[in-house]
C-alpha cells in the first residue's frame, strides 16, 4: 500500500491517479509518481507493508511491530470464517469510533444496555484490552435458549465482551453470546478522510463448523445489521458533538486511560519526524528535545507492539 496524497500539492491520488508503467499519474498536474521512496525521482509516494487477510487489507502505517495483530489474525483464519462487512462515513475523528468500544458509560442511554459490568483495562503485549459483560434484552441473534434469565418478569442475557484496540483506529473485540465456547469476533477500523468524515468498517469473524466448513452467510449478515444499527444509533451523538473543554467524571477513567494509551502513537511518530529533520536552528532542536522527553517519561510503560 502506498500514501494516497500528491507531494506535489496534495491531490488525492484514489480519485482519478491512474496506475502507468510502474508509476502513479497525478489527476492534477500529471506528475508521475514512483512507488516507494528509495527512487531517485522528483515525487514519489511511501509504500507500507500490508496484511491481506480473509478479504480485509490491514496497513502498516508506522514504525510499529505489529506481532499482536498478525497473531490475532492468524488466530482468526485458522478457526473462524472471515465475512468482509458494512463500510460507512462519519463526521467524527476516527480515534472516537474506536474510543466508543471503551466508552461503557455510553451503552445504556445510546444502546439500551441494561446493565454494564466492567474491570480496570490493562495493556497487553502492547494491545489496550479490556474485558466487560452487558446485561440485555433478548434477540434474535442472541438466542433464548441458553444463557438467559428471568428478573422480576423481565428476561436478559449475559454477553461477555473482549475489546483489544490494536492501534488507535482498530479493534478486534470477542463476543462470546451466552458465555458460549464458540465465540464470534467484530473487526472494527476508522481511518481518516481529506473531508474531515472518517471512514468505517465493520466485519465479523464465525467460528468453522465442527467439520471445518464455514458457518453460514446469513448469519454473518444478521451480525453485521445489528453492529450497522448500533453504528447509526451513535450517529447523531457523534456528528453534534460540541467544541467545548469537557469535564470528566469517574465513569470516563477508562476513556481517558485509552486515549493516553493512544498518545504513545502520535509521540512515537512526532519523534520519527524529528528525527528526520535538519538539526539546524533552535526551533528544530527544542521539537526534538520535547519528544526526546516525553518518550522518557513513558519508557516505564509497557511497549506496543501492534499497528
Known sequence: MYDAICPHRGADLGVGGKLDRGCIVCPYHGHRLALGTDSNAEFSVKRYPALNVGGLLFAMIGAFDPGALTRMLDYLTRTHQIF????KSVRIAPEMVIENAFDWAHFG????????TYGQPRIEDGVFTA???????PSMWQGTDDGTHQDDGEAWVEVPLLARAFSPNLTITRIAIGGGDHPHFVIA????MLDGTATVRLSVALPLNEDGSAPPKEVADLLLRFESTGLEQDRPVWENLA???????AEDANVLAFRQWCNRYCLERAADRSASMPAAGAEASEIQSRVAAARA???DGPRRRAL
Do not use: C, F, I, N
Open 84 to 87: 468482509a462487512g458494512l463500510e
Open 109 to 116: 442511554p445510546v444502546h439500551d444496555v441494561l446493565k454494564t
Open 131 to 137: 474485558e466487560l459483560t452487558l446485561r440485555v434484552g
Open 189 to 192: 477500523s476508522a481511518v481518516p
Open 243 to 249: 467544541k467545548m473543554r469537557p469535564k470528566y467524571t
Open 297 to 299: 517519561s513513558l519508557s
